[in-house]
């Protein structure tokens, strides 16, 4: 078994942050990592997570509202670019379009870190795929079975279609061990898939798996039009309390932050093991420093007495 394996527990609070564009010059990408770092290693965190970006535009006709540019590849950025951040990292890749033997060089080189994975398959059944979701989880288990593995939850799939627990259940069977959502802003959605996937386990006699809620700071109504290009439900009554508020910024952090403590004393009470991923995604100072404070009340409500 890999030694990552032995030194690998579920995080409770994780920060999950994008590569920086592969157009940057080399100067500026050490730059820009050496303040991310800086700012990475004061945060309260278990782990760190770094997104692995595709271009999604298969999966909806919608004009995307931001252009799609190429990053860094997630391994590099997370072991070479911040190697100076000492925490178990989360990296995502995308396999749709890998190699068998590209997936099988990646995995290799990052289960000789102190690191898990989450394996992404292609957006929508449009897009051309070279590697399946399914097959990338079969190489991870014949080439490197030690590497913990989890898999997305998508709560807005389960609205649609009321089969994500089926897809979390099979991902389980194929080694997946935490599951990170979608950033959420429906706790209803959130509630609903949760409780669903929570009594299948225990019909089944079996735990339910660890979860990371996924929160975001929405600092502008283009970036809420690009959170909707993306499928994640904004709840009518939210998007008004969004554009109508006379910080939206701030008004985001206060509704997102209280979704999260809301859906935490929901798992608690079902003995649901329930964490928090904050993510920073935006390139703009405020909403980074949202995110740093989003991180610290999260911190707060996990330590409450009680949970």
């Known amino acids: 078994m890999d030694e990552s394996a032995t030194n690998w527990a579920p995080p409770r609070l994780t920060y999950g942050i994008t590569p920086l564009k592969a157009s940057f010059t080399e100067e500026r990408k050490r730059e820009v990592a050496a303040l991310q770092s800086a700012r990475i290693r004061q945060l309260p965190v278990d782990a760190l997570v770094v997104y692995d970006l595709q271009d999604e ?4 006709d919608a004009e995307r509202p931001f252009p799609f540019l190429e990053s860094i590849d997630p391994l590099a950025y997370a072991y070479d670019y911040l190697a100076e951040v000492d925490l178990p990292k989360v990296v995502y890749r995308s ?24 394996l992404v398959g292609a957006p929508s059944k449009h897009q051309a795929v ?23 939850l998508i709560a807005e799939r389960h609205e649609t279609g009321g089969d994500e627990v089926a897809r979390i259940v099979e991902k389980r069977a194929k080694g997946c061990e935490f599951f990170v959502t979608q950033a959420v802003y429906s706790v ?8 669903d996937l929570y009594y299948r386990c225990e019909a089944e006699q079996r735990p339910t798996p660890h979860v ?11 970036t809420l039009e690009f959170m909707r290009w993306l499928g994640i439900a904004v709840p009518r009554w939210l998007e008004n309390e969004l554009l109508h508020s006379h910080d939206i910024l701030e008004k985001s952090v206060d509704l997102t932050v209280a979704a999260f403590e809301e859906l935490h004393q929901f798992a608690s009470e079902k ?32 330590r409450a007495p009680g949970r």
């Open 57 to 60: 535009s298969s999966r909806t």
């Open 95 to 118: 396999v749709a379009g890998q190699t068998e033997a590209a997936l099988t060089a990646w995995l290799t080189q990052l289960a000789a870190q102190r690191a898990a994975t989450v």
């Open 130 to 152: 070279h590697l399946k979701l399914r097959d990338a989880y079969r190489i991870r288990q014949e080439v490197t079975p030690g590497l913990p593995i989890g898999g997305v």
């Open 212 to 222: 990371l809620v996924t929160i975001s700071p929405c600092g502008s109504q283009k």
């Open 188 to 195: 209803t959605a959130s509630k609903n898939v949760l409780s």
């Open 271 to 302: 003995g649901i093991s329930l964490g928090c991923n904050v993510e920073s995604v935006s390139t703009r100072r405020a909403e980074i420093d949202a995110s740093v404070e989003m991180v610290k009340r999260v911190a707060g409500i996990l």
